[in-house]
């Protein structure tokens, strides 16, 4: 379900950027377009930031008890990584002074820049630091913490495997 939103989040952005592109020459209208996919952006990914805070929250319920299954609590940690690339990229688009290192390599697009913040993603929620992307930031710092602290409060129990 996390990657269907977020799919369907990143779509609809590139492609109100696309037709802001194509049918506005003038720039305050330009503005008001990407203004629109933030706010999109920004309504979409907050109502995803409660629903994996709210499950995540049942999840390691479960796993306290053992009741948890492997797949469930891989599709958490999972859906935790798609989250925070979908919140570093609205973050990024708000704020893109906030990161060093983010357009290295000419981002043209919104599928673009989420991939590259799916991989920053991916190696903060692995504790691998193989991104070269550094949020620079106090505020998204405290949205790395956040993942990270997601990320590991649910390991899965000694008795389960993934």
């Known amino acids: 379900m996390t990657f269907l939103g977020q799919t369907i989040c990143i779509a609809l952005i590139a492609g109100i950027e696309e037709l802001g592109k ?9 503005a008001d377009i990407e203004l629109t996919g933030n706010i999109l952006l920004t309504t979409l990914q ?12 049942k ?18 940690y999972l859906s935790t990584v798609l989250l925070f690339a979908g ?10 002074e906030g990161w060093k290192r983010v357009s290295e390599g000419n981002i043209s697009s919104p599928i673009l820049l989420f991939l590259r913040m799916l991989f920053f993603s991916v190696s903060t929620a692995t504790l691998c630091g193989t991104s070269v992307i550094e949020p620079i930031q106090w505020y ?23």
């Open 87 to 96: 919140l570093y990229t609205l973050i990024y688009r708000l704020d893109p």
């Open 140 to 162: 998204i710092n405290l949205f790395v913490g956040l993942q990270v602290l997601l990320s590991h409060l649910l390991p899965p129990s000694p008795s389960q495997s993934i």
């Open 22 to 30: 194509k049918s506005f020459a003038n720039s305050t209208k330009r």
């Open 46 to 57: 907050a109502a995803h930031l409660f629903l994996v805070l709210f499950v995540s929250f």
């Open 59 to 76: 999840v390691a319920k479960q796993v306290v008890h053992r009741t948890a299954s492997g797949s469930l609590v891989a599709q958490s």
